[in-house]
């Protein structure tokens, strides 16, 4: 069974670390301060500002950063710096039985989904996918998007908008929220991390890929057989899909997203408002959720 973390209130202290690629200091500079703004204390790991090559600093550091703010009393909720590239480098190092002890928030997406589902695997700890520091200084998501992301936090309710999303399939699902990036869930396959999918609702964005490898990624979840354990597919934001290899793909993402499902008798929405574009509404992975998805095209979806 899932299990939440303290919720995070105004005053408490938010940890900040790098568990993917190296950060840029001024934005990161710009993002705590905005956190400051919002009325938290912020307590920003040395190992935030290690590089080496692309990364910040090596998985040694990173683990090392990681353990240092589950241990610390003061350190309420843990916000990941930035994605990239990497962290599921961590996963077989992280000490679990301390995270469990240990039990606070942890947030971020695109590389981070990693963690998020690995510590959610083997802890039940509900994680957050949600706003990087580095978003917040470009102010991404917009401001009533990151005003969501810290009710959520502090326990709050809410209903998601789902105004402009397109029902693929009708139907109603409740149940666990797990999923984020494509690519690294995909990662995550036939690893002792790889999700339990048995009954939950998923939730899948991406950015930045040849239609022809999201193709191939789907295909690769459906031949898994994870579309026919699941109660119920949300799809996100999948910007910048391109189609330059040397004889066009001939699929739209809707066409690929059909196919992979197939025959399952579930609810299916696209075009969800999060992912790498400008919408990034923050969802807990192991949270429960409740889609109901309309023949008519309108859609709910609630968080619990």
Known sequence: MSKKPPLLQKGDTIGIMAPSSRVDRARLEQGVAMLEERGYNVYVHPQTW???????????????????????????????????NRAGQMLPLLDY??????????????????????????????????????????????????????????????????????????????????????????????????????????????????????????????????????????LGAFTGATDTGFLPFGMTMEDIFREAVGGAKIPVVMNAPFGHGKNLYTLPVGGTANLKAASSGKVSFGLD
Not at 51 to 56: R, V
Not at 99 to 106: D, F, G, R, W, Y
Not at 151 to 174: N, W, Y
């Open 50 to 84: 290690k590089k080496q090559g692309q990364s910040a600093g090596g998985v040694n550091d990173k683990v090392k950063a990681l353990h240092d703010l589950f241990k610390n009393p003061k350190v309420k909720a843990i916000i990941c710096a930035r994605g990239g």
């Open 97 to 234: 039985k301390l995270i469990k002890k240990n039990p606070k928030i942890i947030m971020g997406y695109s590389d981070v989904t990693a963690l998020l589902n690995g510590i959610h695997k083997e802890t039940g700890l509900i994680t957050f996918h949600g706003p990087l520091v580095h978003h917040k200084a470009a102010n991404t998501p917009p401001q009533k998007q990151q005003d969501q992301s810290f009710d959520l936090l502090s326990g709050e309710k809410m209903d998601i908008p789902m105004g402009r999303t397109k029902v693929l399939r009708a139907g109603k699902a409740s149940g666990e929220l797990v999923g984020g990036n494509l690519s690294l869930i995909c990662s995550l396959m036939g690893t002792p991390w790889e999700p339990d999918f048995k009954g939950k609702i998923l939730f899948l964005e991406d950015c930045d890929e040849e239609l022809s490898r999201y193709d191939r990624m789907f295909q690769q979840l459906s031949n898994a057989g994870v579309f026919q354990q699941v109660k119920g597919v949300l």
